[in-house]
């Protein structure tokens, strides 16, 4: 059910128990089962946010612009006494509990998270300190992050992720592959820095979740910080941890609720899910196969590469149980080259796995579109989509005619289309069908 | 006191400890500590959070591998530097283990990146200092300036550093004695 069905039910279930419609029971079962997230004023809270923002950038560019003509205590009252009026602002908010405004506490939080960082980097500015932009990221992430718990910022939150990965990437770009011993341990670090959402997502009560928005962000910044670990870990480029890597992303276990939900609120399964299927698909070809078979080899010994196997494999337990066999569908992409590692022999061709790739994307693809028709919780459409790229990046490769490559264009477009019509179709004669 | 005041309090208290030990630790060197001038070279980039600055890498850049090192990690090595006839400062000698003295800078030694030797001869130093922040208007000027003088085969800009127990302040980079921003708000005006 979409989320605006899921608030309209809500507003409708109280006229429904005034009027005996439904027992109080089956309201509250209902509520429970279509939980919608309060809208608590997003508007609002969006309108706080983006005016924050704008005082608390403006505020650093203002202050960054370096006063050459005043005084070293002038500028740091400058640096300091914003920190010291947003922090006086956010007590306030805070005191008022859960009195104050969604808005206000989206405010609050942001600008004194600006102020922090502006703090930070006036000190170093005017110290002249060394060290790289992003060091500084770290620490303001580190000093920020606790208003997002306390007010309950959304934007802040989603501020402490974006920056957490930019720390994280730029300790493995910043040291270089080959060259161990700089930088921070981020195989450690990372972990640790995401974990600081905890307190907020899911909360002390485990029943915080984050909006839509913060949902992808918290994917997307959760997939570019492991892919960063995953490097760091072989010292190296290394695809087939980039892989575990996405596939533990697309297991992250579910409740009840959450494999309910449609896939667009599900950023894990789709972004995991996407991110896992393209390296796939680059796998399906000689060069690629080569360095993803060699990269097996390399991670294997590593650590990380185990934690990541227990996580994935944990993960797998879990969503077999619970019926989740279209995610495992997919995440079994990553297995690939674990399985076909003892087949290849060390400097040969990357063709054997390369070809295994193509076979095992289309048994994907048919499994996506088989589960939907038995039933089950599947991805017909995606399937489809998923046979269509694989022919056309054959029929592309193939040593054929142009007119015969345009011709099987034109055949696997009309079957694609005829397909999402079939499914559409479909669909709409079963009520309340297993979704996407 | 309820739960998230006392987290609201620990950030507060954060917020400000971080900024002021970087005050207070700065100040400290900048107020008691002893002036010293090394000989650097410096163009202009830029920092997303910081503003333009003046890189400053002072010319001693790779020194004679200190006693006693071994391995291929980074370690903090003490240097003692001691003033030239010319008033440039330069290292004397490198130690292992931290040293006393007013002219004390802890640095880090490194071993060559790329070249695969065993054991290096000389090693790498990174110092405390890389960068002197400036106006943004005043930057490129600056940046001209250095540029210009390092074509023409002048002598070098000079970074000016207080240091203080084995810790080092940047305070100005001077060209021909005289400090780069004063030299670039004049030729403003």
Not at chain 1, 149 to 172: M, N
Not at chain 1, 182 to 198: H, K, N, T
Not at chain 1, 361 to 371: D, K, N, R, S, V
Request: charged share 15%.
């Amino acid at each position: 059910m979409s989320l605006i069905h899921q608030r309209w039910l809500a507003e409708q279930l109280p006229a429904w128990e005034r009027e005996g419609i439904l027992t109080t029971d089956g309201a509250r079962r209902l509520r429970e089962r279509y939980a919608a997230e309060p809208q608590g004023g997003l508007a609002q809270m969006v309108v706080g946010a983006v005016g924050a923002l704008l005082i608390g950038t403006g505020l650093i560019a203002v202050l960054a612009y370096n006063w050459d003509d005043f005084p070293r205590w002038v500028r740091l009252m400058l640096a300091l006494g914003p920190l010291a009026a947003s922090q006086a602002v956010s007590w306030w908010v805070l005191q008022k509990g859960e009195a104050a405004k969604p808005w206000q506490r989206e405010a609050a939080a942001l600008v004194q998270t600006l102020a922090a960082g502006a703090a930070l980097a006036l000190v170093s500015q005017i110290y002249n300190l060394p060290g790289k932009w992003t060091d500084l990221v770290f620490w303001w992430c580190v000093v920020s992050v606790p208003l997002a718990w306390v007010l309950r910022s959304q934007a802040v939150a989603i501020a402490y992720l974006i920056g957490i990965a930019i720390w994280t990437v730029a300790q493995v770009t910043g040291r270089g592959f080959g060259f161990s011993g700089e930088g921070a341990d981020v195989r450690l670090w990372y972990p640790l820095l995401l974990a600081g959402i905890l307190p907020l997502w899911p909360g002390p009560e485990l029943r915080e979740r984050p909006a839509s928005g913060s949902r992808l962000v918290l994917v997307a910044t959760a997939l570019l910080g492991l892919f960063a670990v995953a490097a760091f870990a072989a010292d190296r480029p290394a695809f087939w941890l980039t892989m575990l890597s996405a596939a533990a992303v697309l297991l992250f276990p579910l409740d009840r609720h959450g494999i309910a939900e449609p896939l667009a609120r599900k950023p894990q399964v789709l972004l995991g899910g996407l991110a896992l299927v393209v390296m796939a698909l680059i796998a399906t070809y000689e060069d690629p196969a080569r360095h993803l078979v060699k990269s097996v080899g390399f991670s294997l010994p590593l650590a990380w590469c185990w934690l990541l196997l227990a996580v994935v494999a944990g993960f797998a337990v879990l969503a077999f149980r619970q019926g989740r066999f279209a995610v495992l569908a997919v995440a079994g992409l990553a297995v690939v080259p674990l399985l076909a590692a003892p087949l290849s022999g060390k400097d040969t061709s990357g063709w054997p796995v390369a070809i295994i790739y193509s076979f095992v994307l289309l048994a994907t693809a048919i499994a996506l579109i088989a589960l939907e028709f038995l039933g089950r919780q599947g991805a017909a459409r995606i399937g489809a989509a998923l046979i269509t790229l694989l022919v056309i990046l054959r029929m592309a490769d193939a040593d054929v005619s142009l007119l015969v490559k345009g011709l099987a264009f034109i055949v696997i477009g009309v079957g694609f289309l005829g397909f999402n019509i079939f499914i559409s179709r479909r669909r709409a004669a079963l009520p309340g069908g297993p979704s996407a | 006191m309820r739960p998230a005041l006392a987290v609201f309090a620990v950030a507060v208290a954060a917020q400000w400890l971080l900024p002021l030990a970087g005050i207070w630790q700065h100040e400290r060197v900048i107020a008691r500590g002893t002036t010293v001038r090394l000989e650097c070279m410096a163009p202009d980039p830029y920092d997303p959070l910081r503003g333009r600055y003046l890189a400053v890498r002072p010319a001693e850049g790779r020194v004679p591998k200190p006693e006693g090192m071994v391995g291929r990690d980074a370690v903090p090595v003490w240097a003692t530097l001691e003033a030239g006839d010319d008033g440039l400062s330069r290292i004397k000698s490198l130690s292992l283990e931290p040293v006393s003295g007013s002219t004390v800078i802890r640095l880090v030694a490194k071993w060559p990146r790329w070249g695969g030797q065993t054991s290096p001869e000389t090693v790498f130093v990174e110092w405390p200092f890389d960068r002197l922040y400036l106006n943004e208007r005043l930057a490129p000027d600056a940046d001209k300036l250095v540029t210009e003088r390092f074509r023409e085969g002048q002598d070098r800009p000079v970074a000016e550093v207080r240091l203080l127990d084995g810790r080092a302040v940047l305070t100005d980079v001077l060209v021909d004695g005289v400090s780069i921003r004063e030299i670039v708000k004049q030729r403003a005006n």
